[in-house]
């Protein structure tokens, strides 16, 4: 079963690549995305 499980996510894994969406999604939530530093704590603010 071992070699069933890993033949097969090693073939189905060599082709991924991410949409231009999402990584367009990730860029624009990372610039939206403020942390700030408290004294005890950190809070994220996202800014839309």
């Given amino acids: ?3 069933i499980y890993s ?8 082709n991924l690549e ?3 969406e999402t990584i367009e999604f990730l ?8 942390v700030v530093k408290g004294k005890q704590k950190k809070y994220e603010m996202l800014l839309n």
């Fill in 1 to 3: 079963m071992a070699k």
């Fill in 7 to 14: 033949e097969n996510s090693v073939e189905k894994n060599k």
């Fill in 27 to 34: 860029l624009n939530y990372s610039k939206a995305l403020k």
């Fill in 18 to 20: 991410p949409k231009e």
